[in-house]
């Protein structure tokens, strides 16, 4: 059971550093509650309020270990750095 929901927290930190990857210059700042913006709201429907789909429309938001998602993204703001050699 341990292993299973092991799997499913890395596929949570998987579809966040997804998201966070493909939305970097859209990304707003704020405290995540859940894992619907995760959803694809046009695939899922109900709570689901993503764009894209990172995670399955099944995906439960309480882990096996009964183990709740709290997604805390403290996002301020990106800059890119470049090193020129």
Known sequence: MAYAAG???AQVNNAI???ISENSLH???????NI??????????GDATGAVGYLPCNFS???RLVLTIKSLLPITGLQLH???C
């Open 7 to 9: 799997k499913e927290a």
């Open 17 to 19: 550093r997804s998201y």
């Open 27 to 33: 990304t707003q700042e704020g405290t995540y509650q």
């Open 36 to 45: 619907s913006w995760l959803k694809s709201a046009a695939e899922c429907g």
């Open 61 to 63: 938001e309480e882990l």
């Open 82 to 84: 470049r090193r020129w």
